[in-house]
């Protein structure tokens, strides 16, 4: 099993026990009513580099890695026009490891982008890389 749970009073906790070479994130961006989907548009603040999972991992299990540290390799994003949430695109950012460049993929266009900007997008779907 991947995790543990405790339930503290009324908090459901997950204790990490195993991690994995790579971490996928979803982020919730859309919720459906009877009526129509809407979007949530709340940017996430995320480093590029060296996300550390250390602290959520249970201690009896941390000597089992030499990193609990993880780096950003690809970030799928929404992209929509204002006021209809039903007409999405979706553009990803990936990381070329060789070059340590970041690229914007959008259809048949790609672009070199700057590291900053990929952290500035509504993010959808994030695949992290666990470093050795």
């Known amino acids: 099993k991947e995790y543990k749970t405790y339930k503290d009073f009324f908090i459901k906790r997950f204790i ?3 991690l994995p070479q790579y971490l996928i994130i979803n982020i919730k961006r859309f919720s459906h009513n009877f009526f ?3 979007k949530n548009p709340t940017l996430v603040n995320y480093p590029i580099k060296g996300l550390d999972l250390q602290d959520y991992v249970h201690p009896n299990y941390l000597s089992q890695y030499k ?5 950003l ?3 799928v994003s929404v992209d929509h026009e204002p006021g209809i949430a039903d ?3 979706y ?3 990936v990381l070329h490891k060789h070059s340590a460049k970041w690229f914007k993929i959008r259809d ?5 982008v700057m590291p900053p900007m990929v ?9 992290w890389e666990r470093n050795k």
Request: without cysteine; hydrophobic residues 30%.
């Open 73 to 75: 390799i690809s970030n």
């Open 108 to 112: 048949l266009q790609v672009t070199e």
């Open 67 to 71: 990193s609990t540290t993880y780096n």
């Open 87 to 89: 007409r999405v695109n």
């Open 119 to 127: 952290s500035l997008s509504e993010t959808y779907l994030q695949i």
């Open 36 to 38: 129509f989907k809407e």
């Open 91 to 93: 553009f990803v950012h």
């Open 16 to 18: 990490i026990t195993k």
